[in-house]
């Protein structure tokens, strides 16, 4: 809910109405970061764009803070996408199946048969968050912060076999990070490559998206990836970061609202999957589609996908009848969205 008043927030400014766009309110935009960014509420990224041509963008904030030095943020600098990742997952998947390579209907004991249910779970229920694969996570121990600690696949699918299902497949609904951590395997499996691989063959390299990739590490500033930050009221301090490989094909991946802007506008160009399969990952149940997410505007549906971990997040919107994307990537939550 949060996520959709804030698009609200944004479509508003851009004086976007039902029926046709209306010109760019370019002025009101500048305004609202401006505000932001004085009273320390925002840090991030925008991008709107049309039809693939940008219309506005705007950085807000600083990538890197050291002391007194602050190193401006701007629409360059790279973001940690969170669950947006997802949509690229989603998309690679059924490439696959486009292949013939992969069923949406195949069950997930034909790739990790000792995942409880697997014999009844199907690629789809997986993609659709409806596997009934709980949400895994190592134990707080005397280590501390047990997320910034790196983890094999083959620990974290150790956990995940471990893990006692929420329910039976199909019966219900429930966002599943682990779902898509083995939608990530299948990919690796069935490519023969790793994850990063198969993104930069199938969507990065194919469409041109220069900002995109998988993270292997931490934040990198000389990759100028942007650190992620906590507003204290007095000062800006540095947050521990969720080390990516727990995340993988949940949410790895890095990149750029610009980019972003352009990997929706090419998959909704039917350029990355076939319209057939786009109509599939646009077909809504429970507020989920196949790694793809509704939202409401003045009676228009975008869709898209948001993401978040840390302190960082991003968020991803497009309304196909007007071609309309709209990117956000931010390295500072602050102020409640709900009230922006």
């Known amino acids: 809910m949060k996520i959709k008043i804030l698009f609200a927030t944004f479509l508003t ?5 039902a029926g046709h766009a209306q010109t760019l309110d370019k002025a009101k935009l500048d305004q609202f970061f401006v505000r932001l ?3 320390n509420k925002a840090m991030g990224s925008l991008t709107i764009a ?3 041509n940008i219309l506005y963008t705007r950085a807000i904030g600083y990538s890197q803070i050291n002391g007194t030095e602050k190193r401006p943020l701007t629409a360059s600098n790279r973001f940690r996408i969170g669950s947006i990742t997802k949509m690229f997952t989603a998309t690679m998947i059924l490439q696959l199946v486009e292949e013939g ?6 069950t997930l004991d034909q790739f990790v048969p000792q995942v409880p249910n697997a014999q009844k779970i199907t690629i789809a229920q997986i993609l659709g968050h409806r596997s009934g694969i709980p949400n895994v996570r190592r134990d707080q121990n005397s280590q501390g912060n047990v997320s910034t600690i790196p983890i094999t696949k083959d620990e974290m699918l150790a956990l995940i076999v471990k893990g006692t299902p929420d329910f039976e497949p199909d019966t219900k609904h429930s966002y599943s990070n682990s779902g898509y951590f083995l939608l990530g395997l299948i990919l690796e499996k069935l490519t ?3 994850y990063e691989e198969a993104l930069k063959e199938r969507i990065t390299s194919k469409i041109g998206l220069a900002d995109t990739y998988i ?3 931490n934040i990198d500033v000389n990759k100028n990836e942007s650190l992620t930050y906590l507003n204290t009221g007095s000062d800006w301090k540095q947050m521990p970061e969720t080390h990516p490989s727990i995340l993988f094909g949940a949410g790895a991946i890095v ?7 352009k990997f929706i506008q090419a998959l909704f160009d039917v350029k990355l999957i076939s319209q057939e399969s786009l109509n599939q990952m646009k077909t809504i149940r429970d507020g989920d589609g196949l790694g793809m997410e509704p939202f409401t505007f003045a009676g228009k549906t975008f869709y898209g996908h948001t993401g978040g971990g840390d302190n960082y997040g991003a968020w991803l919107a497009y309304l196909p009848e007007e071609k309309l994307a709209v990117a956000y990537t931010t390295n500072a939550k602050v102020y409640p969205v709900t009230n922006m």
Not at 13 to 17: E, G, H, I, V
């Open 50 to 52: 049309k039809d693939g």
């Open 101 to 106: 390579k992969l069923k949406l209907i195949e």
């Open 13 to 17: 400014l851009a004086s976007f109405t």
């Open 37 to 39: 960014a004085e009273t």
């Open 215 to 217: 993270a292997t590490g």
């Open 192 to 194: 023969g490559k790793p």
């Open 255 to 261: 990149s750029t609202p610009n980019d972003l802007a």
